[in-house]
Antibody
Framework: EVQLVESGGGLVQPGGSLRLSCAAS????????MHWVRQAPGKGLVWVSR????????NYADSVKGRFTVSRDNAKNTLYLQMNSLRDADTAVYYC???????????WGQGTVVTVSS | QSVLTQPPSASGTPGQRVTISCSGS????????VTWYQQIPGTAPKLLMY???QRPSGVPDRFSGSKSGTSASLAISGLQSEDEADYYC???????????FGTGTEVTVL
């Protein structure tokens, strides 16, 4: 089955760190750009980051630049998001998504919840 | 941050046509393709339209997309109860060097 499954979310204190994982299956993971998108409670979708097929190129939203790092392990079919210096405003459901050739996110995971609170 | 503007809500009765607008700028919609996503509350978003007006396999032809200048729109013809959801437009922004989403539109079937 073609799917993405996120994990690693949880409760963390402000200033803390968390690493999210996204396990891909059912498709050739190494052929696709991958993205992270988040959604704060009751709010809209916000793009967070993307990484190219071999991990050599990354982009970030200004709100997370310098604090978050996206990476991938194509041998393990897994996407990661290392989140440091977490803030209350980072509280959200984090989705990983597959990018297609039309700058569209054509496959989404179910999301993992990150709560930043003291 | 949302730099694409959508109306917060839209509604219609079953069978009606509903249109959702998405207003951007020359750095996003004006020079890049638009995608649309449907999100039923509590679930992950789903790709509804890509490359301005292309439907992925499985998306009913009741959904159509268009783009003109720095704006785009999504139309739902023959509105059905299962179309109740939040809808988001998105595009790459050349100035921000990242993707931007719309503010989202909640569609209600009366």
């Amino acid at each position: 089955e073609v799917q993405l499954v996120e994990s690693g979310g949880g409760l963390v204190q402000p200033g803390g760190s968390l690493r999210l994982s996204c396990a891909a299956s059912g498709f050739t993971f190494s052929s696709y750009w991958m993205h992270w998108v988040r959604q704060a409670p009751g709010k809209g979708l916000v793009w967070v980051s993307r990484i190219n097929t071999d991990g050599s190129s990354t982009n970030y939203a200004d709100s997370v630049k310098g604090r978050f790092t996206v990476s991938r392990d194509n041998a393990k079919n897994t996407l990661y998001l290392q989140m440091n210096s977490l803030r209350d405003a980072d509280t959200a459901v984090y989705y990983c998504a597959r990018g297609n050739g039309y700058n569209a996110f054509d496959l989404w995971g179910q999301g993992t919840v990150v709560t930043v609170s003291s | 941050q949302s730099v694409l503007t959508q109306p917060p809500s839209a509604s219609g009765t079953p069978g009606q046509r509903v249109t959702i607008s998405c207003s951007g700028s020359s750095s996003n919609i004006g020079c890049n393709t638009v995608t649309w996503y449907q999100q039923i509350p509590g679930t992950a978003p789903k790709l509804l339209m890509y490359n301005n007006n292309q439907r992925p396999s499985g998306v009913p032809d009741r959904f159509s997309g268009s783009k003109s200048g720095t704006s785009a729109s999504l139309a739902i013809s023959g509105l059905q109860s299962e179309d109740e959801a939040d809808y988001y437009c998105a595009a790459w922004d050349d100035n921000l060097n990242g993707f931007v989403f719309g503010t989202g539109t909640e569609v209600t079937v009366l």
